[in-house]
């Protein structure tokens, strides 16, 4: 089965900086999708990026993009210029083309420091 | 507000009842997907339907059961509950198998006393 992987229970960041969250998986599979989803405070699941396996080309939306290894099975999202808006749980997620099972990771917590 | 409605937001009740859990999805979404999120153990994929049909299972308990009903909306229904059942438990939808990721409702607040 696929797991996903992220090793950083906890980061922090300056405002206007940037971070990098990890984020490895496990799988057999050559074609899959990859995702990041944001849980601000509110607890809504946000949408942030997603990543099509068989794309090489990484994934970018505004100030988040993916470093997307496919080899290495690893998914970072970095977020340029951090915003205090930023501050939330961030899961990495995985889904098959064969299955509808989205497994997510345990999730990152992100504090942005005024 | 994502278009993904949950009711209700937050649902105290006892060992040993039995609660439903409702959701709308987003207008055009076929399919509806439940989690649930707990302290100790993330995010657990619970069920999936797509257009009235149960279409993927995860770790959902036998005390647990959904259904999708013709105009799209879901219950998911707890029994027997127990101190551990006490979670946040999201719905989301897709429009089709969700390649393209899903869209989150809010998420239904369950305390077991």
């Known amino acids: 089965a696929q797991t996903v992987t992220q090793s950083q229970p906890e980061m922090s960041v300056q405002e206007a900086e940037t971070v990098t969250l990890s984020c490895t998986y496990d799988?057999?599979?050559?074609?899959?999708?990859l995702f990041w989803y944001k849980q601000p405070p509110s607890r809504q699941m946000i949408l942030v990026i997603r990543?099509?396996?068989?794309?090489?080309q990484n994934a970018t939306e505004n100030r988040f993009s993916v470093n997307f290894q496919k080899a290495a099975k690893s998914f970072s999202l970095k977020i340029s210029d951090s915003q205090l808006g930023d501050a939330a749980m961030y899961f990495c997620?995985?889904?098959?083309?064969?299955?509808?099972?989205?497994?997510f990771g345990a999730g990152t917590r992100l504090t942005v420091k005024p | 507000d994502s278009g993904v409605t949950q009711t209700p937001k937050h649902l105290i009740t006892a060992t040993g009842q039995r609660v439903t859990l409702r959701c709308s999805p987003r207008?055009?979404?076929?399919?509806v997907y439940w989690y649930q999120q707990s302290l100790d153990q993330g995010l657990q994929f619970l069920i999936q339907?797509?257009?009235?049909?149960?279409?993927a299972k995860g770790n959902i308990l036998e005390r647990f059961s959904a259904q999708q009903f013709p105009d799209l909306h879901s219950e998911l229904n707890l029994s027997s509950l127990e101190l551990g059942d006490s979670a946040l438990y999201f719905c989301?939808?897709?429009?089709?198998?969700?390649?393209?990721?899903?869209?989150f409702g809010s998420g239904t607040r369950l305390t077991v006393v």
């Open positions: 990543q099509e396996a068989y794309k090489q």
């Open positions: 339907y797509y257009n009235g049909e149960e279409r």
């Open positions: 989301a939808s897709s429009p089709d198998e969700g390649a393209d990721g899903y869209t």
């Open positions: 799988t057999s599979e050559s074609d899959y999708y």
């Open positions: 997620a995985y889904r098959s083309v064969n299955n509808n099972d989205m497994r």
């Open positions: 207008s055009g979404d076929l399919s």
